[in-house]
């Protein structure tokens, strides 16, 4: 079992920036990919970026060259930079950690401000 713990939420104005971070406790199996979703009022869970151990990334086009995702192995710590913000940013991001099993954070709020 992994345990996610999210932090950096908040809120911040259009144009601001925030920064992310998710630490997963100590896991028997390989932390394979990271990654964030989010889920805006009423609407779907997105996919926003993913990073693989070897760290090849993936992004949403919607955030592409504003966002920015990272890793740190050796904490099991995943980040997500978040610049030039947008109110259609706004939504509960969540963390995710794919070992042998997929693992769900509980969620942090961002809220963006016009």
């Known amino acids: 079992q992994v345990q996610l713990v999210e932090s950096g939420g908040g809120l911040v104005q259009a144009g601001g920036s925030l920064r992310l971070s998710c630490a997963a406790s100590?896991?028997?199996?390989?932390?394979?990919?990271m990654g964030w979703y989010r889920q805006a009022p009423g609407k779907q869970r997105e996919l926003v970026a993913t990073?693989?151990?070897?760290?090849?990334?993936n992004y949403a086009d919607s955030v592409k060259g504003r966002f920015t995702i990272s890793r740190d192995n050796a904490k099991n710590t995943v980040y997500l930079q978040m610049n030039s913000l947008k109110p259609e940013d706004t939504a509960v991001y969540y963390c995710?950690?794919?070992?042998?099993?997929?693992?769900w954070g509980q969620g942090t709020q961002v809220t963006v401000s016009s």
């Open positions: 995710t950690v794919v070992t042998a099993t997929l693992y």
């Open positions: 990073i693989t151990i070897g760290g090849s990334t």
């Open positions: 100590r896991s028997t199996f390989i932390i394979k990919t």
